[in-house]
């Protein structure tokens, strides 16, 4: 298989997480047809991946896979993914993917009720989030700095990083309920707290309820 049909396979696992067949509803939601075709699909490009040792694109995609493998409850190959993920990313020096790394880690750490891999998970993913933060700020005052000045409130509305709000948020909560399990109340509040009045981030009202539902 050469470079192009490995990037149309890719696109196409992209392309089916938009197109609304992965969404943030339940499982339950959706037909078990529609699921075992993900699922069939996934092990497939999966395979595909494997047998030409291209790692960096399973890597590349793990937003979109571990999606689908957290929706199937899949998580020992999430955690197999996220953990070669991880690797590539570090080695790559791009945070951006570490953190979503160390967040899908706390989730099969949470579904495996390991709390104590779950809250030092969770932990890092938001240390590694509010690293990069911090240097996209930075980039930000820059890039503002070289603009005429009734242009930096349209720049700055462009620059709003709604994935990042919406993954703290994310893992805030992963936080807390593993403190919640360890009986570590006050700390368990607070992040829900925290969680809580970010609101209702990147159009995901199911994470904002199951935040409530939890305080």
């Given at each position: 298989m050469n470079a192009t049909r490995y990037q149309h396979r890719s696109e196409t696992i992209d392309k089916?997480?938009?197109?609304?067949?992965?969404?943030v509803a339940p499982p339950s939601r959706?037909?078990?047809?529609?699921?075992?075709?993900?699922?069939?699909?996934?092990?497939?490009?999966?395979?595909?991946?494997?047998t030409a040792q291209?790692?960096?694109?399973?890597?590349?995609?793990?937003?979109?896979?571990?999606?689908?493998?957290?929706?199937l409850q899949d998580w020992e190959q999430l955690k197999t993914l996220a953990e070669q993920s991880l690797s590539i990313h570090e080695a790559e020096g791009n945070s951006l993917k570490i953190?979503?790394?160390?967040?899908?880690?706390a989730e099969v750490a949470l579904a495996n009720q390991k709390w104590?891999?779950?809250?030092?998970?969770?932990?890092?993913?938001?240390?590694?989030?509010?690293?990069?933060?911090?240097s996209q700020t930075r980039s930000l005052e820059l890039y503002k700095q070289s603009l005429p000045p009734q242009a930096n409130e349209s720049a700055q509305a462009d620059f709003v990083c709604v994935a990042a709000i919406s993954n703290r948020q994310k893992f805030l909560f992963l936080l807390a309920?593993?403190?919640?399990?360890?009986?570590?109340?006050?700390?368990?509040?607070?992040?829900?707290?925290?969680?809580?009045?970010?609101?209702?981030?990147?159009h995901k009202p199911q994470l904002y309820l199951n935040i409530l539902s939890h305080l």
């Amino acid at each position: 298989m050469n470079a192009t049909r490995y990037q149309h396979r890719s696109e196409t696992i992209d392309k089916s997480t938009q197109a609304g067949l992965v969404t943030v509803a339940p499982p339950s939601r959706i037909s078990e047809t529609d699921w075992q075709q993900t699922r069939n699909y996934l092990q497939q490009s999966l395979q595909v991946f494997e047998t030409a040792q291209r790692p960096d694109l399973v890597a590349h995609l793990l937003d979109k896979l571990g999606v689908i493998l957290r929706d199937l409850q899949d998580w020992e190959q999430l955690k197999t993914l996220a953990e070669q993920s991880l690797s590539i990313h570090e080695a790559e020096g791009n945070s951006l993917k570490i953190y979503q790394d160390y967040g899908f880690l706390a989730e099969v750490a949470l579904a495996n009720q390991k709390w104590r891999d779950a809250k030092k998970l969770a932990e890092k993913a938001l240390e590694v989030l509010a690293t990069e933060n911090s240097s996209q700020t930075r980039s930000l005052e820059l890039y503002k700095q070289s603009l005429p000045p009734q242009a930096n409130e349209s720049a700055q509305a462009d620059f709003v990083c709604v994935a990042a709000i919406s993954n703290r948020q994310k893992f805030l909560f992963l936080l807390a309920q593993a403190e919640q399990n360890l009986d570590e109340e006050q700390e368990a509040r607070s992040h829900l707290e925290a969680a809580r009045k970010i609101g209702v981030a990147d159009h995901k009202p199911q994470l904002y309820l199951n935040i409530l539902s939890h305080l």
